[in-house]
Nanobody, 122 residues
Framework: QLQLVESGGGLVQPGGSLRLSCAAS????????IGWFRQAPGKEREGVSC????????VYADSVVGRFTISRDNAKNTVYLQMNSLKPEDTAVYYC???????????????WGQGTQVTVSS
């Protein structure tokens, strides 16, 4: 059964850090572009970061540049999103997705996880 599962979300104070994980079953993530997206209440889903297959080129939304880092561990079939210097405006449900083209466009991705909640609050 093909499945993406996010984990690592939670409640963190402003300035804190979290590492999100996206683990896969039924597909080998190294052959896919992987994107991280987020959706806050009342807002559209937005792209946060993505990593391409093959050359592992990374892309970041302007709002997270210098704070978030996307990476792969092919041996664990897992992609990570390290989030540092978190801000209240980073609060959202975070989703990982797998696709062929590595852009920050939700429509590019074929497979989605169920999401993990990230709340940044004091």
């Amino acid at each position: 059964q093909l499945q993406l599962v996010e984990s690592g979300g939670g409640l963190v104070q402003p300035g804190g850090s979290l590492r999100l994980s996206c683990a896969a079953s039924g597909l080998t993530l190294e052959y896919y572009a992987i994107g991280w997206f987020r959706q806050a209440p009342g807002k559209e889903r937005e792209g946060v970061s993505c990593i391409s297959s093959g050359d592992d080129m990374t892309v970041y939304a302007d709002s997270v540049v210098g704070r978030f880092t996307i990476s792969r561990d092919n041996a664990k079939n897992t992609v990570y999103l390290q989030m540092n210097s978190l801000k209240p405006e980073d609060t959202a449900v975070y989703y990982c997705a797998a696709g062929i083209i590595g852009r920050l466009i939700p429509g590019d991705y074929d497979y989605w996880g169920q999401g993990t909640q990230v709340t940044v609050s004091s």
